[in-house]
């Protein structure tokens, strides 16, 4: 039998997509390049800046959709170099080797196996860019990735790229966009920055106002808010790489999102576009928070539906009266930026955090910074929130005591976790006591308080925000 042109043009995914044919991605990167002012026999040259989970996945995405078009496109991804795997992952890793035909059989066409042996039997050390260049992040063992181009050094990777994506935890990006911007000094065009960093940091003085990444990345380069935009969605990396069906919203200025969410669209990977850029960050920033929460009241509760629901209600009427105090337009927090709340509560690395500490096989001594799983940023924006949230220049009427209050003494679930990972006065099973206190109100009556503030004084941080 044969194929039409049509098939032949495309390929079915497992899930019964279509992927797109080699000419319909050749013309959405030529229709980025021609926007980037890109001459002929000048590749688009794309950076990836962290080989975290997300990082490496969006990576690698790009290699795989746009890797075989080398004379219009450049696609690497920088991490640190000299962090070495442990013997107890190379054993892992060899057994993900070996379990994967297609893995294997690429390994020794590359002449690479030997070495990932040779690792198994403790006869030589791999170190975590290395690796890399196979197709493994050190946080996503299990999910072989494509071969990526690896580069070490910060200078050589970014000096002269057109678009950077921003793959480090929240609480890197300033410290490395700092030194990227040494490199970038006698640029005359400024560069797209993508991020996909979801944490947030807390500025007290002169006014309480929170930071965001986009926000860190433009006061550490000064490269214009225009060219920084925020991508963020209900997604896990290793299933998205496995080509599970995700949706995904890019946010900043029109100039660009619309033709990177146009470029970044993907049959299994649907990118919307958004301008409001603060609420998506701020909300990709609590989801984490309220995560751990979530992974402790499962385990705490043997997985029960019944309370994992309860703090579902408490902790997304929390996220919305937060969110509402900061955004331009609230009633567009329903859809996918409460779907990426629900897919890290169900299976997202704080998630996991949460659960580890209460069935007590982690301990808060050991830091937010987990070997196998990376930075859980849920950590540090806790207390970002937390502080923003106690200062009583931003008090909200009590319901009940009828007198101005601190925002976070209507947030329990905040609260308690401040007092657990932060502070640490209480154990892992105090959350349960915040969400079962029979005083602690309708979830409702929270969003009304917040609706109640926002229409008398007007989001206190936007103008904080927009500087």
């Known amino acids: 039998m044969v194929e039409t042109n049509e098939a032949m043009n495309n390929s079915v995914y497992s899930n019964g997509l279509i992927q797109n044919s080699n ?153 490395v966009f700092e030194e990227i911007s040494r490199y970038w000094k006698e640029r005359i065009t400024a560069p797209v920055i993508i991020s996909l960093a979801k944490g947030v940091e807390a500025e007290l003085k002169p006014v309480p106002r929170v930071i965001t990444p986009t926000q860190m990345i433009n006061r550490a380069t000064g490269v214009p808010v225009e060219n920084i935009l925020y991508l963020g969605g209900p997604n896990i990396a290793s299933e998205i790489y496995n080509k599970e069906y995700a949706n995904a919203r890019i946010c900043g200025a029109e100039k660009w999102r619309k033709p990177l969410a146009k470029f970044l669209r993907q049959p299994h990977f649907i990118v919307w576009d958004n301008g409001d850029l603060v609420t998506h960050e701020v909300m990709g920033g609590l989801k984490n928070v309220y995560a751990i929460g979530a992974g402790m009241i499962a385990a705490l509760t043997n997985e029960s539906a019944t309370s994992k629901s309860v703090y579902f209600a408490h902790c997304t009427s929390e996220m919305i009266f937060i969110t509402h105090l900061i955004a331009e337009e609230p009633e567009k927090l329903a859809g996918p930026l409460l779907a990426d709340t629900y897919v890290t509560l169900l299976k997202g690395r704080n998630a996991w955090y949460g659960q580890e500490l209460a069935k007590g096989k982690l301990t808060l001594d050991l830091g937010d910074s987990i070997k196998g799983k990376g930075m859980i940023q849920g950590v540090s924006a806790v207390k970002a929130f937390y502080e923003l949230l106690s200062q009583s220049s931003l008090g909200v009427l009590h319901p009940e005591e009828n007198k101005p209050v601190a925002p976070v003494e209507l947030c329990p679930i905040l609260k308690m976790l401040y007092k657990i990972l932060i502070k640490r006065e209480f154990p892992s099973e105090a959350i349960l006591q915040a969400l079962r206190d029979e005083t602690m109100n309708d979830p409702r009556d929270r969003i009304q308080i917040a609706q109640t503030h926002v229409s008398t004084d007007h989001h206190f941080w936007v103008s904080s925000l927009d500087d």
């Open 23 to 175: 000419n319909s991605l050749e013309d959405k990167l030529d229709e980025l390049r021609r926007l980037m002012g890109k001459a002929y026999g000048d590749p688009l040259r794309i950076v990836g800046i962290g080989a975290g989970a997300w990082g490496s996945v969006f990576t690698a995405m790009l290699q795989d959709s746009y890797g075989h078009l080398r004379d219009k496109v450049l696609i690497r991804i920088w991490r640190r170099p000299g962090r070495s795997v442990d013997r107890v992952t190379a054993e892992h890793l060899f057994e993900v080797i070996n379990s994967r035909e297609d893995v294997l059989r690429r390994l020794i066409r590359r002449c690479a196996y030997l070495k990932y042996v040779e690792a198994r039997l403790g006869d030589r050390t791999l170190f975590a860019d290395e690796i890399l260049k196979d197709g493994f992040c050190l946080n996503m063992i299990d999910t072989p990735l494509c071969p990526l181009k690896v580069v070490t050094n910060m200078q050589e990777a970014v000096w002269d790229a057109d678009v950077v994506i921003n793959g480090l935890p929240s609480t890197e990006t300033r410290e």
